[in-house]
């Protein structure tokens, strides 16, 4: 940018139409703070977009604001969870952009899981307060607290809630893969093996009925039928 060329941008015209919040998002999101980025205002639109998704988190078709109380379900925990620990990750790494990524997973996550819950949202306020402020103070008002939520306690990742419960085993016939079979994650090698055997997508390559030759078994990766 250059006075010169007359394509100087001004961050008061870019706030004006956007809003601060998109302005300090995009910022981060353009890549890794200690390296050079070419400014590009095209992407910031995008950026604009997902604020306005978390919005609607909160908010129902009107635009009324609304919050269940509703207790969260193991898939909404694990997606607060999963963006918490990368949260957690990233700012020891001053990787601001990779963050802004992983709360716009999150919110595409949320909305598709038609989660408006108090147990999940009110902490991913929290987390994204530090990104966007004014957005979050906002919200933060509209869930009943009159202090600000600079002052709000730091929610606690819990790791537990990241922990698989099922692994969906590929299976192959010969090298080849033809079904995947949703097993339970702690399922031991002999177990899937009888899974596997027992799973009606096994049949049609069995040649005439008859037992496989062999089941290669690696646990919480594949399985590969010797027929």
């Known amino acids: 940018m250059s006075k ?46 997902f604020l306005r998704k978390f919005w609607r988190l909160y908010h129902n078709n009107e635009n009324v ?33 990779t963050t802004v990524s992983a709360f716009m997973i999150c919110v595409n996550e949320l909305n598709d899981l038609k989660c408006n819950k108090r147990a999940i949202l009110e902490p991913l306020c929290i987390m994204l307060s530090s990104y966007a402020p004014h957005i979050c103070e906002e919200i933060w008002k509209k869930l009943g607290y009159e202090q600000t939520v600079v002052d709000a306690v730091f929610p606690e990742l819990d790791e537990s809630h990241l922990v698989e419960d099922s692994f969906e085993y590929p299976v192959s016939v010969n090298g080849k893969l033809r079904f995947k079979l ?12 009888e899974k596997v055997l027992e799973a009606e997508d096994l049949q049609k390559w069995l040649k005439n009925g008859n037992p496989p030759k062999k089941i290669i078994v690696v646990p919480g990766r594949i399985v590969n039928v010797v027929v």
């Open 4 to 49: 010169r060329w007359h394509n100087v941008v001004n961050p008061d015209d870019i706030v004006e139409q956007y809003g601060a919040d998109t302005l300090r998002l995009y910022e981060m999101f353009l890549g890794p703070l200690e390296l050079a980025k070419p400014w590009n205002t095209n992407g910031i639109d995008g950026v604009h977009k």
């Open 65 to 97: 604001f609304q919050v269940s109380e509703e207790a969260a379900t193991k898939d909404d925990l694990k997606t607060l969870h999963k963006t918490l620990k990368k949260f957690e990750d990233d700012i020891e790494r001053l990787a601001f952009n």
């Open 182 to 193: 949703e097993l339970p994650s702690d399922m031991q090698k002999q177990q899937v093996e």
